[in-house]
Nanobody
Framework: QVQLVESGGGSVQAGGSLRLSCVAS????????MGWFRQPPGKDRELVAA????????SYADTVKGRFTISHDNAAYSAYLQMNNLQPEDTAVYYC?????????????????WGKGTQVTVSS
């Protein structure tokens, strides 16, 4: 069973930065999608960023493009989300996820393994 553990969340002021980390107990397949999702208060969970490890391609939600960067380190079974110029609307619980496929990495339904989440709070 793959377990994912996120860290790096916290409270920052608008314009600040945070780097989230996700460590996996194992990768079922290092070519499969890795993703970061978030759930703002009172809202549904949404995709923030997805990574296609085999190609290195990335995909982002429009609201975070140019501010957030997803990356990974297969040797360390880790994924990261660098978040710059954070805004109050970025406040949410952030989840790391690993998929059971290397395709359709923007679809939440392909993600089989989830972390418990880390809180990010941005004040104005």
């Amino acid at each position: 069973q793959v377990q994912l553990v996120e860290s790096g969340g916290g409270s920052v002021q608008a314009g600040g930065s945070l780097r989230l980390s996700c460590v996996a107990s194992a990768y079922p397949d290092s070519s499969n999608c890795m993703g970061w999702f978030r759930q703002p208060p009172g809202k549904d969970r949404e995709l923030v960023a997805a990574l296609y490890p085999r190609s290195g391609n990335t995909s982002y939600a429009d609201t975070v493009k140019g501010r957030f960067t997803i990356s990974h380190d297969n040797a360390a079974y880790s994924a990261y989300l660098q978040m710059n110029n954070l805004q109050p609307e970025d406040t949410a619980v952030y989840y790391c996820a690993a998929a059971s496929t290397r395709y359709n990495c923007r679809r939440e339904s392909v993600y089989k393994y989830w972390g418990k989440g880390t809180q990010v709070t941005v004040s104005s």
